[in-house]
């Protein structure tokens, strides 16, 4: 018997999440809103109409529908696990000296830092991620990636591997992201190897995943660390209400607070039109549509989260959840 469920299997084993994912997908699957991320030269030649929801249980059980099985690169996603591997590598006391934790209400790719700490302001924007990065330990370049590399292995459940085509692009045009690496090796914030750092996050932002692996990854976290498939532990426990935290407070940019007032959970979006977003001891979602919003949120991503979280009642402080509920 398999506990795997999904679309061309659902005569065989029906259940009311399928119904209300298939759902989804049917209403937003003509949507056009929003345009494809084209910053990123490679980036810009990815398939509008691709379009998948993923959700895998604590337990194990899969739930999918659409383009689930497509590749695409992982981008602004990969901070979460980024910086759950500089947390293991350093302790908490040490990473919060080199990356804060506040939300900015600024754009992703904004070149600000904290005024008085000089810190950029958290993980979850590109100056943090750049700075948590260059915290990850390894002997040179190749240690180091493969470091990140078997980490993802651990999240997902199988090898990964860096699109280089997505890669190279980036690291030729991604000058915004070496101006504020600059600004950050200017105040001392992150090590003068600034080529190998930036290196390092064009590559975790480049690593291959669909949406299976990202409903997988956030199970992942939503078990406590624990790979709800595989039952490897892929990251230390202890950090979890970590990554949480920025991801609730922080993970879909200046969209943050309205994300987490309607929909509830914490969550992480990436320009490559996936979002992430994990519901603690229950489950992990994940969408993947590329068109974005002006933030740079998958605008059907946010639409189906909006309503998988009203209909499931996934909103962390739904009153129900307090025994009060109406
Ligand atoms: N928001 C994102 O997904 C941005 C990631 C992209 N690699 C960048 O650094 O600009």
Redesign the pocket.
Known sequence: MTNKVNQGDLEILPSPLLTVINDLHSKYKSLKEGIVANY?PELAKVDPDLFSISIVTVDGQVYQVGDYQQLFTI??ISKVFAYGLALEDHGRDYVLTRVGVEPTGDA??AIILDEQSKRPYNPMV?AGAIATTSLIKGAGATERLNRVLEMFRRYIGHDVFVDISVFTS?RST?HR?RAMAHLMLNFGMIDKNIEEALDL??QQ?AVMVNCHDLAVMAATLANRGVNPITGEQAVNSRYIKDILSVMYTCGMYNFAGEWAYKVGIPAKS???GGILAVVPNKMGIAVFSPPLDIR?NSVRGVKVCEELSGQLGLHLFECGKFGTGE
């Open positions: 990123i981008q602004s992703f790719n590109n980036e991604g992201n996050y064009f932002c990436g320009v490559c740079g």
